[in-house]
């Protein structure tokens, strides 16, 4: 089973920033935070990883919490092509490991 | 783009029969995973390569078997469909090194049972 929660869909209105939360309380220390998004009809796109450390990238930015039990994934300036399925995944970086998909949050960027 | 390439592209077979899909990884990327997703859902993983190897896999019947060639590209077999089995299969490419453990997914192969 996924190790987070996070809701099924949100709107964003094109140009805002779009702010989609997750919460993984039963994280472990070494486990990672990682965002994955889906297209309509595509595979998934690795969209950006963390520890604890807050990070960005030219795609998005990830907050995570002081306690690591929660984070955020940030758009900045969401466009109508950012509108998709959005996966939070939280995984140890150890040999074998794989990653398991929750249902993730459906994003609607609107006009 | 992420330099993974599936075929076909789409599938359509008859319950009971065998299928094969094929998948090659990003240029340097020495592990493969395969994972399906159902109509709605997230991705289930079902198994994943290193280097000719199986190296995990998910909970599903052995009927779902793979393999990875010297080159790294791979092929996922499903002998025996079932209605249940139609899915996007998506396999995911990565390089086991380090800290980068991100994996890159191809565009996917439908398979429709019927």
């Known amino acids: 089973d996924a190790k987070t929660t996070q809701p099924p869909s949100m709107d964003c209105a094109e140009g805002r920033a779009a702010n989609l939360p997750c919460n993984h309380s039963t994280i472990s220390g070494n486990e990672y935070v990682y965002w994955y998004r889906q297209i309509h009809s595509q595979g998934p796109q690795y969209i950006i990883h963390g520890l604890k450390n807050n990070e960005t990238n030219e795609m998005a930015s990830l907050i995570i919490t002081e306690d690591r039990k929660s984070s955020t994934l940030i758009l900045p300036h969401a466009t109508l092509r950012d509108t998709a399925v959005y996966y939070c995944i939280v995984r140890a970086n150890n040999y074998g490991q794989n990653f398991v998909f929750g249902p993730g949050t459906r994003l609607s960027v609107l006009p | 783009e992420t330099g993974v390439t599936q075929s076909p592209t789409h599938l359509i077979k008859t319950r009971g029969q065998q299928v094969t899909l094929r998948c090659s990884s990003q240029?340097?990327?020495?592990?493969v995973s395969w994972y399906q997703q159902a109509l709605g859902q997230g991705p289930q993983f079902i198994f994943q390569?290193?280097?000719?190897?199986?190296?995990g896999r998910g909970n599903f019947p052995p009927r779902f078997s793979g393999l990875q060639f010297p080159n790294y590209s791979s092929e996922l077999n499903v002998n025996a469909l079932e209605l249940d089995d139609s899915a996007l299969y998506l396999c995911?490419?990565?390089?086991?090194?380090?800290?980068?453990?991100?994996?890159?997914f191809g565009p996917g192969t439908r398979l429709t049972v019927t």
């Open positions: 390569y290193y280097r000719e190897e199986e190296n």
């Open positions: 240029s340097g990327h020495n592990t």
């Open positions: 995911a490419s990565s390089l086991v090194a380090g800290r980068n453990y991100e994996q890159y």
